[in-house]
């Protein structure tokens, strides 16, 4: 029983409304992000509902999980800062802001904080090089985007971040 499709039958039913029959496939990246939305990250039975859900092969729902950065297969903070560090970026100071930033935070790329709140990646590729250091924060609610950041402006978002999660009753 495909319980992606028994939980979401309305928005599913919606999504799939936009692809002509033949094209099912072509809804795998908005069912992605639907399966995504709860829990932050896809599990190995979403993968295999979606592929389900779209005739598709389990490995190629995977491969598309693999390649985006806003696709997630583990478990990581609530909020994922995706700091993008390509050569453009780099040359702009991408590389030292990541870095400083991890070292105020206390964590490496690709660790989450203590409380689980937010996790920080290196990504290549949020086309915007020249506004860098520039990154995106992935939530629940969608992507906001930084451009021309220093590490204090990214401290004082993630101040910002906290301060909301404890006004909502979380842990931050």
Excluded: W
């Excluded at 779209?54 to 990581?76: K, R, W």
């Amino acid at each position: 029983m495909n319980q992606l499709a028994t939980k979401y039958k309305d928005e599913i039913s919606r999504i799939m409304a936009k692809y002509p029959p033949e094209y099912r496939r072509s809804a795998v990246m908005p069912l992605l992000y639907l399966a995504q939305r709860e829990m932050g990250y896809l599990t190995d039975e979403a993968m295999q509902e979606i592929a389900e859900i779209t005739e598709m092969g389990v490995t190629e729902v995977a491969s598309i999980v693999g390649f985006y950065t806003l696709f997630h297969d583990q478990p990581g903070g609530k909020y994922r800062m995706q700091v993008c560090t390509d050569l453009p970026c780099a040359l702009r100071g991408a590389d030292r802001f990541l870095e400083e930033l991890c070292q105020n935070l206390g964590i490496q790329p690709g660790e989450t904080t203590p409380d689980g709140l937010l996790q920080i990646e290196e990504v290549k590729c949020l086309a915007a090089c020249h506004r860098a250091p520039m990154y995106q924060v992935q939530s629940p609610e969608g992507l906001t985007f930084y451009e021309h950041q220093t590490v204090e402006s990214a401290l004082e978002v993630i101040a910002g971040l906290r301060a909301s999660e404890q006004g909502k009753g979380g842990q931050a």
